[in-house]
């Protein structure tokens, strides 16, 4: 298969050329997303942002337009599953004219670092020529996509100015013009494709089309930016007098730059010979410093030791045939408690050019260097630069020379300056790369080393300083095994990260030192909280003070020595600062009690903004109750993200309220510990959440147990035990009959009603599962008698539409349709469309078991109005109501995309209850399309999701279906075992004879 994105998607047949037809619509999309990063492995998440827009829709929907998209290709192999992480196109160059375009491009450069432009200009122009219109993905639609042409048209623009540049330098001008022509229509406002084209022009003998290039270039650039920069305009002026030299001056050769005789410094210190990964900001950086941008100040920030100064060397090693006036080096030092002086910098820099004298003062030198560097085109390289006071003096004037600094922070303060993008931990694949080269460049073998190895890049954490270092040490300590390496750097932690003049800790300390006292202490103390992440309430907890808080986070950040997350903002360490800031910590807080203080204020402030949530979610303190621990005093921004989105904020904490359960049950503080699990359990339920949910109540319900807590056991136990938990076909750990049962008599002793009315509803629930209906209406009539007395109007709520059900279970329509309509007036009333919704989804069940197809098809209608794509398991729940409705409708094709559909988010989600359920609605509408194999392929899938879920109730109506199934199919034996089936779940649950309603025929 051909593949073709460099203008209109297109797919051609590899053997013909001819066009085949594209996918539509998100295939179309997810096609697209692959494509444009080819061999690459790419998450679940980032194809779902792709191709739907948001990460939050169901995996399933991915699954399915890949399936699709393999038939469409032919070649199912070309797309690589990675089980549970996501998908990856693989196809070679000459496949994909993406990636020979990038293939080319590449020569392209290597060409022109080797002095061989003629070379470079055909490779640029093959290269060129592959694209077939001017937008990349014209046929995909969405701001992604246009995001990513935009990306690949600047690459283009890149590569085109690089090409007319070594044409127009090599007397191309009138055989340039069209292509010139066409390329700086579409950049209207490009510096560089302007210059060229009125130089081309003016060569061929066109001034007067020349300067009104220029002409309409102030006119688009005033309308979107400003006024022409002055060089463009001195140009036109030289075009106007008709002035050669002026026109020269504006676009010289490289080979033959103006200039007098003066010394030429070569100042760069060796590129490291192991880079790797880091391509597109590389590519990026030899653009600016290559083509003549318009920008003369680029800057490198990042976190200590994560190869700022590498990715610098590499990039200006690449550019040195543009700056034939030498190149300058310095390091600055900034982030030292010893910064160098910009004014002892400049007498280097001014020795270095023969300068016949250097002033005594830093403005003299300034001024002397200025007019040294103003006609030449010289590369000034600034390393590890700690603010702009310190390189604003070292910053030349002239329009020929280019600043490339490294820094820990931004520097905004610096007028002109382009920051490059951000650089990120390496990859494991780079990591490993770069590990086993250092090591391989002094001929160690590490054969069957291989998870040792692993294990030791692992624990750096992608940062090619710790990573230099540990290869260096290994190398150092052979023939001693890796493996003792790896048990060495974890007992010792970043002060084991130094080899020679390289240490890790000694780069943190350096990033910390120059920070005020109250910063460098919110560092260390945030090294104590194990959470994966914190925002500002996090660092008021540990401080006390709001603005300090504020203050200490942004300085952090700037300096790099934490990363910022946006959407929500949150502040996380890369995992050996944060190893460095908890030791630091130890040492600093010696007192024990001191440091768990600080964690008990930390975890009571999540655990006040948790309560805030839950309460967001419902409009109360409904189905759930706390503990007596007081609520933290937080800034309003802090209550402010959770009042605009609970579920937002719940996402965005997840694994931090998951974290805090475990360091509330490390320090013996059950209440906190319950309370955290506990307040998070609804969100839990609305996204199935069911790892984090048992995880968190069974470290709690430890907690609780070893402190001696009845009340607190009491209502972890229930939560244990609600529906959706036990509906996921989870076993360990989830409460049974005896566990709630407990859970009453705990609540009962600590005379908690509202814990009391969550116990009984939850029990009754289990003996629903079980098959014993009788006993369960009268628990949840007790429950609703607790939760009027408690003036909980959720639990009231829910336990009437569990009322409800068991009526439907029972096949009593008429009380069933009374009571669900109750439970509807209360959610109504509480004005919360998810309760409503979660209500009319029985409703339009109780609709339908009497016939009223109009009124279901109005309740599951407006269910799918509140659970949408985005809800998580509800939506699956919507599509099984209309999926039913359609069947009753006569309308089988919908019936089975609603209900296929519907098995698929219920599985994602785990709810084995749900997707039993609509497995039996598949054999219904298999069964009235006389498909008998379908029919008993559906009973038993459903027979065994119930299973999984401990659902006897459900189990045995579905296998006396089964075996009705199995006795009109003739067989006889597997009937007998179907109802073999029921009569062992009646025994195994204590059924009473009144409860047992189904009978052998």
């Not at 942004?554 to 460095?580: C, G």
Request: net charge negative; with cysteine.
């Amino acid at each position: 298969m051909i593949y073709e994105v460099l203008g209109e998607l297109q797919l051609r047949d590899p053997l013909g050329g001819q066009p085949l037809p594209l996918p539509t619509g998100v295939q179309l999309k997810v096609l697209a997303a692959l494509l444009v990063q080819p061999n690459k492995r790419l998450p679940h998440a980032e194809l779902l942002r792709m191709a739907w827009g948001t990460s939050h829709v169901q995996e399933a929907q991915l699954h399915k337009a890949i399936s699709a998209l393999r038939r469409r290709v032919g070649r199912s192999h070309d797309i690589v599953t990675h089980t549970r992480f996501g998908y990856e196109l693989r196809v070679a160059d000459d496949e994909l004219d993406l990636l020979a375009f990038e293939k080319l491009t590449v020569a392209a450069e290597a060409a022109g670092q080797r002095h061989r432009p003629g070379e470079e200009a055909d490779l640029l122009d093959r290269a060129l020529r592959l694209w077939r219109g001017p937008r990349p993905l014209a046929n995909v639609p969405g701001p992604v996509f246009a995001t990513v042409a935009h990306g690949l048209q600047q690459r283009r623009k890149r590569a085109a100015v690089r090409l007319f540049t070594l044409r127009v330098q090599r007397g191309e001008f009138t055989g340039v013009l069209g292509d010139l022509q066409r390329v700086t229509d579409e950049f209207a406002t490009d510096h560089q494709l302007h210059r060229l084209l009125m130089v081309a022009l003016y060569r061929s003998g066109h001034r007067a089309e020349a300067i009104e290039v220029y002409e309409r270039y102030a006119k688009a650039l005033r309308a979107e930016i400003g006024e022409p920069d002055a060089e463009l305009r001195m140009l036109k002026y030289a075009i106007g007098r008709g002035d050669d030299d002026g026109v020269t001056k504006a676009l010289p050769l490289p080979e033959q730059p103006v200039r007098g005789a003066h010394a030429v410094p070569r100042q760069l210190p060796a590129a490291p010979p192991d880079f790797v990964g880091r391509e597109p900001l590389l590519a990026e950086l030899v653009w600016l410093l290559r083509a003549g941008s318009p920008y003369r100040i680029m800057v490198v920030p990042g976190l200590g030791g994560i190869g700022k100064t590498t990715l610098a060397l590499q990039a200006a090693h690449r550019s040195l045939a543009v700056y034939p006036d030498g190149q300058l080096w310095a390091e600055l030092r900034g982030a030292s408690a010893d910064p160098a002086d910009p004014g002892e910098i400049l007498a280097q820099f001014l020795r270095a050019l023969d300068a016949p004298v250097v002033p005594e003062s830093t403005a003299e030198r300034g001024a002397l260097f200025r007019t040294l560097l103003a006609d030449r085109r010289m590369l000034v390289v600034l390393d590890d630069a700690g603010s702009a006071a310190q390189i604003r003096p070292l910053i030349p004037a002239g329009d020929g020379c280019r600043v490339l600094v490294t820094t820990r922070r931004h520097l905004p303060d610096v007028q002109g300056a382009h920051h490059v993008g951000t650089l990120e931990p390496l990859g494991d694949d780079d990591a490993a790369r770069l590990f086993a080269s250092i090591v391989a460049a002094s001929r160690i073998g590490l054969d069957g080393e291989q998870d040792a190895i692993r294990d030791v890049i692992g624990l750096c954490g992608g940062l090619p300083l710790a990573l230099r270092v540990v290869a260096a040490l290994r190398v150092h300590d052979h023939p001693r095994p890796t493996a003792e390496l790896a048990r060495r750097l974890r007992a010792q932690g970043p002060a084991a990260y130094a080899f020679g003049d390289a240490s890790l800790a000694r780069t943190l300390e350096a990033g910390l030192a120059p920070l005020e006292p109250a910063h460098r202490r919110l560092f260390t103390d945030l090294g104590l909280v194990p959470l994966p992440a914190f925002g500002v309430w996090t660092a008021v907890a540990l401080t006390g003070d709001a603005a300090q808080a504020r203050a200490g986070l942004a300085e952090l950040a700037a300096a790099s020595m934490v990363e910022t997350t946006t959407a929500p903002l949150r502040y996380r360490f890369h995992d050996l600062t944060r190893e460095y800031a908890y030791r630091r910590a130890l040492a600093e807080r010696p007192d024990p009690a001191e440091r768990d203080a600080l964690l008990a204020r930390v975890c009571t402030a999540l655990l006040t903004l948790a309560r805030r949530a839950h309460r967001g979610l419902y409009g109360g303190d409904f189905e759930v109750v706390h503990s007596d621990i007081p609520d933290a005093v937080l800034p309003a921004e802090a209550y402010a993200e959770v009042d605009a989105d609970p579920i937002g904020w719940f996402r965005a904490e997840r694994l931090s309220l998951r974290a805090a359960v475990e360091v509330a049950a490390q320090l013996g503080l059950a209440a906190l510990a319950w309370d955290l699990a506990v307040s998070a359990h609804e969100f839990y339920t609305l996204r199935s959440e069911h790892d984090d949910w048992l995880t968190t109540h069974l470290t709690a319900l430890r907690a609780c147990r070893a402190a001696g807590d009845g009340r607190g056991e009491g209502i972890v136990l229930a939560c244990l035990g609600q529906p959706s938990l036990v509906a996921g076909g989870r076993r360990d750990g989830v409460s049974g009959i005896a566990e709630l049962s407990r859970a009453v008599e705990l609540l009962t002793a600590a005379g908690d009603r509202h814990g009391l009315a969550i116990a009984r509803r939850t029990l009754a629930n289990a003996l629903r599962r079980r098959g014993r209906s009788a006993r369960a209406l009268v628990l949840f009539e007790q429950a609703l008698g607790g939760y009027e007395d408690a003036g909980d109007l959720v639990g009231q709520c829910q336990t009437l539409r569990f009322i409800g059900q068991v009526h439907l279970d029972r096949g009593d329509h008429k009380p069933a349709a009374e009571v669900l309509a109750h439970a509807e007036q209360v959610a109504a009333d509480l004005g919360r469309p998810l309760l409503i919704a979660q209500t009319r989804y029985w409703t339009g069940y109780s609709c339908l078991a009497v016939g009223d197809l109009t009124a279901a098809a109005l309740a599951f209608s407006r269910v799918r109005e509140v659970l949408g794509p985005d809800r998580g398991v509800g939506y699956g729940y919507a599509l099984h109501g209309l999926g039913d409705l359609a069947r009753h409708w006569h309308e089988p094709d919908d019936a089975r995309a609603h209900l296929g559909l519907a098995v698929a988010v219920a599985h994602e989600h785990a709810d084995a209850l749900l997707e039993g359920r609509v497995h039996l609605s598949l054999a219904d509408l298999w069964q009235d399309e006389g498909r008998a194999g379908e029919h008993l392929a559906e009973l038993r899938r459903a027979a065994r999701c119930f299973a999984d879920c401990d659902a006897a109730y459900l189990e045995v109506p579905a296998q006396a279906r089964l075996a009705e199934a199995e006795t009109a199919a003739g067989a006889a034996e597997a009937a007998a075992s179907a109802w073999a089936r029921v009569d062992h779940l009646y025994a195994a649950g204590e059924v009473p004879e009144q409860d047992r309603t189904a009978r052998h025929r």
